[in-house]
């Protein structure tokens, strides 16, 4: 069974920095991209980054390159989300989620991590 | 940037009933597009890819279709358990967008 587990959210001042942890099982988690995708509160979906299998090539959206990276380590099944420069409307629950083989779409998703950004 | 619009934003339907929910793309995003469907509390969870293939273990009552710019998820015989929150997504070009989202609740 493919699981994703976040750790690492939680309340942070503006400005600040948070790193988030996603570990993977029940996948071989080398052969697939993974994603981390937000939702703010009551809010919609908003990708945040993708990363290859590999680790060499990033994609961000505007409203976070320069401030966010995401990385992986496939020894470890975990992919992390380095964020940097934390801004009020990163106020979120982040997801990370794992490619499906059959197109560049998110066949699972972690359960999500809380991330509150307020003085 | 690829604008994604969905509509409605919200919609009430009776068990039984067939229900479709529209997602318009601001340019040809050529069947790269996926639905989910976020049940309230829970994570997404992926129900169509490439605009009309069922993903495994999706239930046949849902379907998907539309090329071009327009495209639509429908749900035949609605149950109980399909209360939730739809999201379309398109992922022909980065950055990747979602539609604003579809409330469907019971009448």
């Known amino acids: 069974e493919v699981q994703l587990v976040e750790t690492g959210g939680g309340l942070v001042q503006p400005g600040r920095s948070l790193k988030l942890s996603c570990v993977a099982s029940?996948?071989?988690?080398?052969?697939?991209?993974m994603y981390w995708i937000r939702q703010a509160p009551g809010k919609g979906l908003e990708w945040v980054s993708s990363?290859?299998?590999?680790?060499?090539?990033?994609y961000y959206p505007d409203s976070v390159k320069g401030r966010f990276t995401i990385s992986r380590d496939n020894a470890e099944n975990t992919v992390y989300l380095q964020m940097n420069s934390l801004r009020s409307e990163d106020t979120a629950t982040y997801y990370c989620?794992?490619?499906?083989?059959?197109?560049?779409?998110?066949?699972?998703w972690g359960q999500g991590a809380s991330v509150t950004v307020s003085s | 940037d690829i604008q994604m619009t969905q509509s409605p934003a919200s919609l009430s339907a009776s068990l039984g009933e067939t229900v479709t929910i529209e997602c318009r793309a601001s340019?040809?995003?050529?069947?790269?597009l996926a639905w989910y469907q976020q049940k309230p509390g829970k994570s997404p969870q992926l129900l169509i890819y490439?605009?009309?293939s069922l993903h495994t273990g999706v239930p046949s009552r849902f379907s998907g279709s539309g090329s071009g710019t327009q495209y639509s998820l429908k749900i035949n015989s609605l149950q109980s358990e399909d209360v939730a929150s739809y999201f379309c997504?398109?992922?022909?070009?980065?950055?990747?967008?979602f539609g604003g989202g579809t409330k469907l609740e019971l009448k």
């Open positions: 989620a794992k490619e499906a083989m059959m197109a560049y779409v998110m066949d699972a």
């Open positions: 029940g996948f071989t988690f080398s052969s697939y991209w």
């Open positions: 990363i290859n299998t590999d680790g060499g090539s990033t």
């Open positions: 340019e040809d995003i050529y069947n790269g």
């Open positions: 490439n605009a009309n």
């Open positions: 997504q398109q992922y022909y070009d980065y950055p990747w967008t």
